[in-house]
């Protein structure tokens, strides 16, 4: 009895002497575990297929200018209008109600309007029922269909199917400093249809955003945590950085892994509108015109003054001699 008391004391002994060892372990390894899920979550970004983009974090997507007319190459083939967007360091450098958001650490892209209003639509989740027809049906140019089952819209439907066919797509407002949705005839939605309107079709209905307001201003960030609390880039940024045909990233602070693309910067620069505000040249000549118009006026009313002043002088001294 005496030997089994020891034994067991010395099996006490020995687990109160590990017992310290293995509770540090078990908190070791919890940190350790924690450190990795750190570790993990910051490289969610350089993982998978967004490696390539995960540059794209640090900036903010602008709007700044539809090009009507300029062809781009898209993935379904030409689109017929381009639209110029800036990445603006997302730093809080990005200003929504300026017109070109940031003026530093910038690059700035083109890519085709069908591209940019789809992608935006997706981002901004477009809630179709607010709308006379699906909004995001029309994202790019597509034939007009007729929603409705009763008899009236039946009968609308017909008349359009005999009349058209229509299209309904994004186009640029005529100062191109937003996009609308326009009404064709015309797949490429780049011929007007003039000889009926959309109303006679939508039950009398306007066409929403038919005089602009389809994009918003505003400064949209590249990447922000998803529903599972993941931070990764939006996919709204990273389709529009894929589809872009035309870059100029020589302002970039962060780029892609393949280096800044500054192949296309003079071109970007000729699809922007001219400053209307960069007039100094003629203000200048203005200001030369007015200043030499006030001279020459003065030296000639000082001229005929001294001239009638030297002729006074003359009458003056002849009347003196017949005087005299």
Known sequence: MTKLSAAAALLLAMAAAVAPSVSAAVV??????????????????????????????DYTVKF???????????????EYSSVVFRLCPASGSCDSDSKNGCSSGYG?????????????FEMMEIDDEEYSLNLNEYAQCSNFD??????????????AVEYGPFYIGPECTSDGSNIQMGWFSDYTCSTYETAYTYEEFANGYS????????????????????????????EFCTTLY????????????????YGKDTGSCDLIKQMMPKSKSGGGAGKFFFWV????????????????????????GANSGASDGLMT
């Not at 007729?146 to 008349?159: A, F, I, N, W, Y």
């Not at 529903?227 to 880039?233: A, K, P, T």
């Open 108 to 120: 700035d892209m083109v890519v085709g309007i069908n591209t940019f209003v789809d992608s935006y």
């Open 64 to 78: 700044l200018h539809c090009a009507a007319g300029q062809k781009s190459q898209g993935e379904e083939g030409y």
């Open 207 to 234: 066409l929403p955003f038919s005089d602009g307001g389809l994009i918003s201003s505003t400064c949209n960030k590249c990447a922000g945590y998803n529903d599972d609390g993941e931070y990764e880039v939006d």
């Open 289 to 312: 015109f007015f200043l030499g118009a006030c001279g020459a006026g003065t030296y000639y009313v000082l001229k005929v003054t001294k001239e009638k002043r030297g002729r006074g």
């Open 28 to 57: 070791s390894n919890k940190k350790d575990g924690v450190m990795r899920n750190l570790v993990e979550s910051a490289r969610r970004l350089d993982e998978g297929d967004n490696d390539e983009y995960a540059f794209m974090a």
């Open 146 to 159: 007729m929603d409705g089952d009763d008899e009236e819209d039946r009968k609308r439907k017909l008349e």
């Open 242 to 257: 894929e589809n872009a045909g035309m870059k100029c990233e020589t302002n970039m602070d962060s780029y892609s892994q």
